[in-house]
Nanobody
Framework: VQLQASGGGLVQAGDSLRLSCAASGRTFSSYNMAWFRQAPGKEREFVASINWSSGTTDYADSVKGRFTVSRDNAKNTVYLQMNSLRPEDTAVYYC?????????????????WGQGTLVTVSS
């Protein structure tokens, strides 16, 4: 089972970026998928989640209205479209997958993790 995150880079404040998380090795149709991020010196935090089957989404307050999470079933890929980026969005972004009960907002309940992709937003 593998999650491969990509799409990070260096952008300016106000720019957009799209992250991808390609899933392989099993069927993720019953999973909740999420994006977390960890900024330097800070704890990992929840960004957004999507239920692969229903498409139900959830977002952290800090990204609502700016970020959109989606999935492409045919490509087995989850995306995070990030618009109006701010310097405080600078972090390593991780995709993760969870099956079963447990909080969507806590990384402790996620059993599958991608390797992370760095997003740097300059002011």
């Amino acid at each position: 089972v593998q999650l491969q995150a990509s799409g990070g880079g260096l952008v300016q404040a106000g720019d957009s970026l799209r992250l991808s998380c390609a899933a392989s090795g099993r069927t993720f149709s019953s999973y909740n998928m999420a994006w977390f991020r960890q900024a330097p010196g800070k704890e990992r935090e929840f960004v957004a989640s999507i239920n692969w089957s229903s498409g139900t989404t959830d977002y952290a307050d800090s990204v609502k209205g700016r970020f959109t999470v989606s999935r492409d079933n045919a490509k087995n890929t989850v995306y995070l479209q990030m618009n109006s980026l701010r310097p405080e969005d600078t972090a390593v972004y991780y995709c993760a997958g969870k099956l079963g009960p447990g909080s969507l907002y806590s990384g402790s309940y996620y059993s599958h993790w991608g390797q992370g992709t760095l997003v740097t937003v300059s002011s």
